[in-house]
């Protein structure tokens, strides 16, 4: 959870930044680490294994599909069969691993980075300063149920921390596909949520933290495994577990 960072650069589909221009708010990094101050700021995070999985499917432009908060979800069926694909491993280390060789958070333009494009996308309401910083709006954090009004009490999460990321793979990535993950809008790798819920989840896995709202735990369970299948990260087996249990909490 607390994987964020702030950083700008790398490009985003325009259909992305015209339906959400403004962005801005305060916020923090991911990987539990603190945030909350208005403006981006560079970051970074990993994974292990950087293998490619089919990229799974999106919202229009990334943007959410109908019902879902979030770009780029599948359902639970795809879900279960992306993760039975996804390969077992232990681990990784940490060694190497600096949230600064994730590049984030990148410019977007009109002065936005990625840190605004989402607070502006996960809000309603949202108002912003001649700097594209969110200033005030409305966001149900979807952790915790909690809803939020100010921009500076939000951090903005990396469904997949960059640290987990390197320890499951993206430590043998390069720099450019270590930025396309730190800023990915296509895929729900990237969420606005309360602070307090985001530094409670850290760097952590499924199978060692999990969202208080479980009514929040089908829609965590399908985002994580989306991210870990299109970027060809591995899992353990408690981890595989967890994530089978929060995807059988769906409906269908």
Not at 8 to 23: D, K, Q
Not at 61 to 86: C, E, I, N
Not at 156 to 184: Q, T, Y
Request: aromatic share 6%; with cysteine; proline share 6%.
């Amino acid at each position: 959870m607390g994987r964020q960072s702030g950083v700008r650069g790398a490009a985003v589909v325009a259909a992305v930044l015209l339906g959400i221009s403004g962005c801005g708010g305060p916020g923090s990094s991911g990987d539990g680490k603190t945030g909350g101050t208005p403006g981006p700021g560079p970051a970074s995070g990993t994974s292990r294994g950087a293998s490619s999985a089919p990229p799974a499917p999106s919202g229009a432009a990334g943007q959410p599909a109908p019902g879902d908060v979030l770009p780029g979800m599948v359902s639970a069926a795809v879900a279960r069969t992306q993760l039975a694909a996804l390969t077992t491993g232990k681990p990784g280390t940490m060694a190497g691993y600096s949230r600064d060789k994730f590049t984030h958070w990148a410019d977007q333009g009109n002065k936005c980075d990625t840190r605004e494009v989402v607070l502006k996308r996960d809000g309603a309401d949202v108002t912003q300063d001649a700097e594209c910083r969110a200033l005030t709006g409305r966001w149900k954090s979807l952790y915790d149920g909690a809803t939020v009004t100010e921009a500076a009490k939000l951090d903005i999460d990396h469904m997949v921390p960059l640290a987990e990321a390197w320890r499951s793979g993206a430590a043998a990535w390069d720099a450019a596909r270590r930025k396309a993950f730190a800023n990915d809008l296509t895929r729900p790798q990237l969420l606005a949520v309360s602070a307090s819920s985001n530094r409670s989840k850290g760097d952590q896995s499924p199978d060692l933290w999990q969202p208080t709202d479980k009514s929040s735990w089908c829609r965590y369970g399908r985002a994580w495994t989306t991210v870990k299948s299109h970027y060809g990260l591995t899992v353990t087996d408690g981890e595989r577990a967890m994530l089978t249990t929060m995807i059988d909490t769906c409906a269908s």
